[in-house]
């Protein structure tokens, strides 16, 4: 065996580089340059142009074949950043918000009745002692 591979980086004294990260962050593409870089390949017309820009800047085939299929199918929305999650429903949370002012109507108009009806119980008490009261 060589020394390159018997030696560990612990066994010539040196540790590993803390600043490496372990799993390596996926690369997001904006919007703006997926279409600069279609725009580039497609004005391409010399042989090996398209593979010298996806060497420059370090993007594979795959990556063109997806961005052009998203451009086909009128994806370009998807392209530019959008609001992550899952989608609101207008009409869903309409008839939540609807459904939650419905209840507190109710709630009010209950407390309202309660009131109105220990109202008329204090009139009638009023009026009976009233009644009952002699005249001086």
């Known amino acids: 065996m060589t020394e390159k591979q018997t030696r560990s980086p612990k066994a010539n004294g040196t540790a ?3 600043a490496v990260e372990l799993k390596p962050k996926r690369r997001t593409f904006s919007a703006e340059y997926k279409l600069r ?3 580039e ?3 391409s ?3 090996g142009e398209i593979g010298a820009l996806l060497r420059r800047e370090g993007l594979y085939s795959s990556h063109l074949a997806e961005w052009r299929k998203q451009r086909r199918q009128g994806q370009l929305q998807a392209l530019t950043p959008s609001k992550r999650g899952r989608k609101v429903d207008e009409a869903a ?3 939540a918000a609807l459904r939650r ?5 109710r709630t009010q108009l209950s407390q309202a009745e ?3 009806t220990a109202q008329k119980k204090l009139a009638q008490a009023l009026q009976t002692l009233l009644a009952d009261e002699p005249e001086n």
């Not at 002012?101 to 109507?105: A, D, K, T, W, Y």
């Open 16 to 18: 590993a580089d803390p």
């Open 37 to 39: 870089i279609l725009e």
């Open 41 to 43: 390949a497609d004005q």
């Open 45 to 47: 017309t010399e042989v």
């Open 93 to 95: 949370a309409e008839i």
């Open 101 to 105: 002012e419905n209840e507190r109507l």
């Open 114 to 116: 309660l009131l109105i």
